[in-house]
């Protein structure tokens, strides 16, 4: 496709009168630039004589010109070398066109190397360019490129392209991206289209092409010309058009590559070439506008919200990992292994070398491979060696060898599809020595925090393997797995429930900044959510009496702020409902304990009571605040 651009660009140039212009598009990144410099060069060859000037296409970058005066400058700049010939003498022709073309430059009538005099005004570009004369050889072609990223008005920047097009006879390309352009430039942009373009091509990235000119370009590297082939399968899974980002990545790694023992970069180093792999994935995702958040996500936390249904994360999540599927049978660990992920993205952000990482983590990975670890290699084994790889997996996980919830869930998966494509009977037998594995495992938490980040962990590697069989042995041992997590999240407090119940001079201080961190889920902070609803009020109320008044009204303050007495709350719902009976209990205990208090003890008991009275309202349902009390 691009091979007939460039043809028709040599016809556009050899055409004396064209009175039209060219339109190149296409995404930024695609090559548009690239593509327009390359073919510019087939005019490097012609030369000026001292009786003649020969001009060569301009080229002409409008990103962030903000005035005409800025093209016309850059015009000039460009124009300027043609008055001289290759030895550095002025081009005597030019004294012909002294009349039609006001200039300034310095001199030489003798040819002594001695400056003989100036012009004093500056270069008319427009007059050069518009003028005819026999002394003018060459071709008037003007490129005008990024357009949609030009400050000036577009309909005075239009307006001057197209006085090039109709008053001065040249060949004129404009580059840029239409989809950038807003409504109202965009606008006036497809009027000009009309009038003034003749023709239209759109740019395709040609990735072959454009490898095979980064691998030239980077500091030159045996490992990644070695790499060609799978470098282009990498960046064709990304489905991005950007060759930039793509020439940004290669470069990064290769200077990572300098930096690597000798030994370690290898051709045949799976490793190296999985982290190769993640490096121009994670390139492309953070580059990609619609999954840069998520990727920069993509940890730990990002990975727990695969168990929530109808999750927008989960989808998105979930699509990037179906676009390196393919890529990832060649591989040991996926493109988007969460360790590289977040180590890649660290180096973007902050620009911390990753070489202590890579070697370490292929030296590690170099030593002997974990059976569970073979799984996915599968396609290449003999049946018997799968067969025995799967037996010594099941026994790794029985043996407590494999301690990651990740790669449990991970071998899991496997185990289950192969069961599901006839290739591995799976038996139920150890299907229920896994459960009883997996419930030790979630039995050996201690906090919710460490519950939650196992779930997150043991899901995301179930999830690991993407298919169409379905998986009814994976289905089985996640619902078994979801429901040991429920019964053990009962058993663990929370960071508020821990305060409420233990609740102190100190501690009472700590309630607004728990109320503000993340519930261990992540799925949302803690005054979102009901925070009494498990709570013993009677032991509540006996702890809130052995508080000073100051931290009574501490207390009285964090149920103001968490239940957001100062504001008017819209969609409350039953956010809150579960806290109504703890509620309601305590303001009984509170309201007893007036009748028998005295002075500003009293008082600091009434100002609890009013404030368990407003926040009994909004878990109730009722949004709207009361007056002063």
Request: hydrophobic share 35%; charged share 30%; net charge negative.
């Amino acid at each position: 496709m691009n091979t007939l651009i460039l043809d028709f660009l040599n016809s556009y140039a050899d055409n004396t009168n064209p009175q039209y212009a060219v339109m190149l598009k296409g995404k930024w990144g695609c090559g548009k630039t690239h593509l327009i410099k390359e073919w510019k060069k087939r005019f490097d060859g012609t030369a000026d004589t001292d009786g003649e000037i020969t001009l060569k296409p301009i080229y002409i970058s409008t990103y962030g010109m903000d005035s005409v005066n800025d093209i016309k400058t850059a015009i000039d700049r460009e124009l300027n070398p043609f008055f001289y010939s290759k030895t550095g003498r002025f081009i005597k022709g030019v004294l012909k066109l002294a009349g039609k073309v006001v200039f300034k430059t310095s001199m030489d009538f003798n040819e002594d190397s001695k400056e003989d005099g100036s012009f004093s005004a500056t270069l008319d570009s427009l007059s050069l360019l518009q003028v005819k004369d026999d002394s003018i050889r060459g071709v008037k072609f003007l490129i005008f490129d990024d357009i949609e990223r030009c400050l000036i008005e577009m309909k005075e920047l239009l307006g001057f392209i197209n006085y090039f097009v109709e008053h001065c006879n040249c060949h004129v390309v404009v580059i840029g991206d239409e989809n950038h352009l807003e409504e109202l430039p965009k606008a006036v942009w497809d009027e000009f289209k009309e009038k003034t373009i003749g023709r239209e091509f759109e740019i395709q990235p040609d990735i072959e092409e454009a490898i095979e000119y980064f691998l030239g370009e980077v500091p030159v590297s045996d490992y990644l010309k070695e790499m060609r082939d799978f470098i282009i399968a990498c960046f064709k899974c990304t489905k991005s058009d950007n060759l930039r980002v793509l020439r940004q990545c290669l470069y990064d790694f290769k200077s990572h590559l300098n930096k690597l023992p000798p030994k370690l970069v290898e051709k045949d180093n799976i490793f190296l070439k999985n982290i190769l792999g993640s490096f121009i994935a994670v390139y492309a995702e953070y580059n990609n506008s619609e999954n840069k958040e998520v990727i920069c996500n993509w940890s730990r936390d990002c990975r727990i919200s695969l168990l929530q249904d109808n999750n927008e994360d989960k989808q998105r999540i979930q699509h990037l990992r179906e676009k390196y599927h393919s890529l990832n049978k060649e591989l040991i660990y996926d493109v988007l292994n969460p360790e590289y992920v977040t180590a890649i993205i660290h180096y973007i952000i902050t620009g911390a070398p990753l070489v202590e990482f890579i070697v370490t983590e292929i030296r590690d990975r170099q030593k002997e491979l974990k059976p569970w670890e073979m799984l996915s290699g599968f396609f290449d084994m003999e049946q018997q060696k799968l067969e025995s790889i799967c037996q010594d997996t099941i026994k790794s996980i029985l043996d407590r060898e494999i301690k990651d919830a990740y790669q449990l869930g991970y071998s899991i998966a496997y185990l289950s599809y192969f069961h599901a494509i006839g290739i591995f009977y799976f038996i139920q037998a150890y299907v229920s020595l896994i459960k009883v594995r997996i419930a030790e495992m979630i039995d050996s938490q201690t906090s919710l925090e460490e519950l939650y980040q196992l779930r997150g962990l043991f899901i995301s590697g179930c999830n690991y393997v993407t298919t169409d069989s379905k998986t009814p042995i994976t289905d089985d041992i996640v619902d078994y797995f979801l429901q040991k997590m429920k019964s053990k999240i009962n058993e663990l407090p929370d960071q508020m429930q821990k305060a409420l119940r233990n609740l102190t001079e100190g501690t009472v201080e700590q309630l607004i900044i728990i109320d503000r961190s993340p519930y261990p889920d992540k799925s949302c902070t803690y005054e979102l959510r009901a925070i009494f609803a498990y709570e013993d009020a009677n032991a509540l109320f006996d702890a809130i009496c052995k508080l000073s008044n100051k931290s009574k009204n501490t207390f009285t303050h964090f149920l103001a702020y968490h239940y957001k007495f100062d504001y008017d709350l819209q969609d409350v719902g039953d956010r809150y409902k579960a806290d109504v009976p703890c509620l309601l209990k305590l303001k009984d205990l509170v309201g007893n304990e007036i009748s028998i208090s005295k002075g500003v003890d009293k008082f600091a008991f009434i100002k609890l009571k009013n404030a368990l009275i407003e926040a009994i309202r909004r878990c109730e349902g009722k949004s709207d605040t009361l007056p002063p009390m």
